[in-house]
């Protein structure tokens, strides 16, 4: 296998991880790295090194950090308003652009939703690579729309499509997560890039499925969060308007068979206030009218989220539109049954292409739920819960089953190949 020399850039990189797109960079970086060259640039912020280099698990990596001018006074580059948020990263594109040394390397690919993977016109114009790759781990445009009275105004979103549709134009290829997801970027950008867009999936870390259970940190959430109740819910996400969380905290109205504990846990920001305050809202009521409880985590670290995994009896997704669903997989990979949505990512990870009917069906490893009415996915969610834990030793059952499988699947080594061969493509055309 030759060599190539590959440089990333990317948003999110250690210690920058707020999602699903940051652990997938650095994974499938970790794995080029065995047999590539690789640079990445990345955000810079207070007390980080300019340019170091990584070892991951034994793959050496450099890294080159660029600063904006409100790096040393900000927590993440996603800290304020969506504004806010744009003003920053474009003056990150800027720097990037001016420092960037495109003389080494073969191929230039750019992670993110709209900004990083927008600067392809420029790197084009600039003669930067000989082959640029965008992947467009969630298509922003698409969410703004999914956002209702939580969506930015019409300025940012026009940004967002002028971004994508660069990164459409200008690169070798884009890739995307999910086919669904590829069929939906006509909504916005039309079928003439079509051509340009490949399906790679996002994959798994092995370590998930190695990690050994910690029985005593195990034990102590599942008294802490769970007590004498009949069953603990756990739900890993960005707190996010587009991620469904208050569908969840809403079809515990719907359940009276069951004392629940359901713990919401993933990274928060600021511009995401309202939306936090609207959760906690409709926690108190849920709390103050039934025996439910709700606990709302921010900005977990590994081993919790781990154990949090392995302590709950399922693990419930309800985003209404996501492009994947990494956290499903990683529910999987820890034997965790899952009660996912009909959205695009969950559809792809389970092969479910036909419209669903009923309340929810039965998929490897848990249930999918019905979303298609906004009116009905309460109760449909309701349904599949108490469903579940009526049954709750066969879908443990099929849940271990899946995890092989999973693991099979979406093994990052064997996306890491796909990319390889991507790159090569681009190089040879």
């Given amino acids: 296998m030759l060599s190539m020399r590959v440089c990333f850039v990317s948003i999110q990189w250690p210690p920058i991880i707020t999602g699903g797109s940051g652990v997938a960079v650095v994974n499938l970086a970790r794995e080029l790295a065995r047999n590539h060259k690789l640079t990445v640039y990345t955000f810079g912020l207070k007390d980080l090194a300019e340019e170091e280099i990584m070892d991951l698990d034994g793959a050496k990596i450099r890294v080159i950090r660029i600063f904006t001018s409100d790096s040393d006074r900000i927590a993440t580059p996603f800290d304020g308003t969506k504004e806010d948020e744009i003003r920053r990263l474009l003056e990150f594109a800027s720097k990037l652009l001016e420092n960037i040394d495109c003389s080494w390397c073969d191929v230039i690919h750019l992670h993110g939703h709209f900004v990083v993977p927008g600067i392809a016109r420029v790197l084009r114009e600039l003669h930067c690579g000989r082959a640029i790759i965008s992947t467009i781990h969630a298509f922003e445009s698409l ?179 996501e492009a994947f669903g990494l956290t499903i997989l990683e529910a999987l990979a820890r034997k965790t049954p899952v009660i996912v949505t009909d959205a695009e990512g969950p559809r792809e990870i389970f092969d479910v292409y036909d419209d669903i009917k009923e309340k929810f069906v039965e998929i490897d490893g848990g249930l999918m739920v019905n979303f298609s009415d906004p009116q009905k996915r309460e109760k449909n969610l309701a349904a599949a819960i108490v469903y579940m834990l009526d049954n709750i030793n066969h879908f443990k059952k099929k849940a271990e089953k899946t995890s092989k499988s999973i693991r099979e699947k979406f093994s990052w080594r064997t996306i890491s190949y796909e990319f390889e061969s991507l790159y090569r493509e681009a190089l040879h055309t």
């Fill in 143 to 321: 969410i703004e729309l999914e956002k209702g009275k939580f969506s930015s105004p019409p300025s940012v979103f026009n940004t967002i499509v002028t971004m994508e549709r660069d990164a459409l134009e200008y690169s070798d290829f884009v890739t995307v997560a999910s086919h669904s997801l590829l069929k939906r970027v006509t909504q916005i950008h039309g079928p003439q890039y079509l051509r340009r867009v490949r399906v790679i999936h996002m994959g798994i870390d092995d370590k998930l499925f190695e990690e050994p259970v910690d029985n005593d940190y195990v034990s102590r959430i599942r008294n802490t969060y769970l007590g004498s109740r009949g069953g603990l819910l756990f739900n890993l996400n960005r707190i996010d308007p587009h991620k469904g969380i208050e569908y969840i905290i809403g079809a515990l109205s719907h359940i009276d068979t069951y004392s629940l504990s359901l713990v919401i846990a993933g990274k928060y920001e600021e511009r995401n206030q309202s939306y936090l305050e609207m959760l906690m809202e409709r926690k108190r009521a849920i709390e103050e009218t039934s025996s439910h409880r709700i606990t709302i985590l921010r900005n977990i670290d590994e081993r919790t989220k781990i154990c949090l995994f392995d302590a709950a009896d399922i693990f419930v997704m309800a985003s209404p539109t």
